[in-house]
C-alpha cells in the first residue's frame, strides 16, 4: 500500500478505524484534539460513533460501557485529561475488559505547557488510579509507530481484557510523515459473548454476563487480583518489544531513551561516531512490561562503562533502568521538560562530559 502524508494525531485516528473501532468518546485537549476533529468527520463514514463528554471523567465512563458491551472503543487524551479518567481505568482493569487508550503527553505538572514532555511515564506504567492493576503501554518513537502500535492496540487489549495505552508526545501528534497503513492486522476471533453485557438476545443465549468491578467478599477480590497479576505475568513473557540501536560496536556509554526522544539520541550518536565516539542506544517500545533482561545485558556488556537515562522530563524511567542494571553500572540521567526538545548537539556535550 502507498504511504500518505498524515499528521500524527490524524493517522492514529485512520489507525483506530483501520482496527475496526467504531467507537470514539473524548474531551478536547490539545495536543491531541486533532484526533477528535478528524474522528468527528471520519467515523460516520463506516457507521461509527463520536460523541464528546462533558469532561475526562465522564469519558472514562463511557469507555467503560462500551467495552463492557464487547465493542472495540478507544479515547484519546493528553495527560491531565488521563488523570481525570484514571478512576474508571482502574474500574476497567477489575472488570477485565478490553478498551485503549491514547495519551499525547504534554508538560506538566498541573496544567503546564502544551508543548512535547514525557512526564506521565510514571501514570502509565505504575497503574495512574487506585489498587493493584498495570496497563500494557506501548511508545512509539514516530507516527508510523504510533499507527502500528494503536492498530495492535485492539488486539492486545480483547487478548488480555484490560486497557491498553499508547503513551506518545505533543511531537508524535503534531507533526506529519509519510505512514503506511499494515493490512495485516493481527486478529483472532472474538470471545466477547463469554464475558460481554450485550444482551442475551445478541448472543443467543440463557446465561446473563455480569461486568463489574465490586468484589464485596474477600476472597473473591483477591482472586480477581490474581487473575490480573497473572495476566501481567503473561504480559512480561510474551509482550516485550525494544530496539538496540548501534550496540554492535563496543560503546564506552549506552544512553537509555524512548519516544521521540530517541530520536534525537539517534541522530546524536550518529554524530558521534563521525568523531571516534562509540555510544549505544537501548530504546523500550513497551514501558509495561519493561525489558528488564534485555536492558541489563546491553548495559554490562564488556566494552560499556556508563548508562545514561535521557528524558524529557525530570527522571522518571530512569528509576526503572537503575532497578533492572541492579548496580552493574553507573546509571547518570539527563532531562528537560519545559517543552524544549533537547537538540542533538546538547545530548553530545552531555556525552563529552560523561566521559
Known sequence: MAKVLMKGNEAIGEAAIRAGCKNYFAYPITPQSEVAEYLVKRLPEVDGVFLQGESEVAVGYMIFGAAGAGERVMTTSSSPGISLMSEAISYIAAAQVPAVFVNIMRGGPGLGGILPAQGDYFQATKGGGHGDYRLLVLAPEGVQEAVEMTMNAFFLAEKYRGPVMILGDGLIGQMMEPVEFPDNLK?????KDEWAANGMATRNSDKRNLVKSLFLDPKDLNDNNLA????????????????????DTD???LITSYGTMSRVCKTSIDMMEGQGIHVGLFRPKTLFPFPEEAVFDAATKKSCKKVICIEMSMGQMV???ERCIKGQREVDFYGECGGDIP??????????RLL
Open 187 to 191: 486478529t483472532e476471533p472474538s470471545n
Open 343 to 352: 537538540t542533538p548537539e546538547k545530548i553530545i556535550q552531555v556525552i563529552k
Open 319 to 321: 528509576e526503572d533502568v
Open 228 to 247: 490480573l497479576k497473572s495476566k501481567y505475568e503473561q504480559m512480561k513473557k510474551e509482550e516485550i518489544l525494544y530496539e538496540k540501536y548501534n550496540t
Open 251 to 253: 560503546y564506552e556509554v
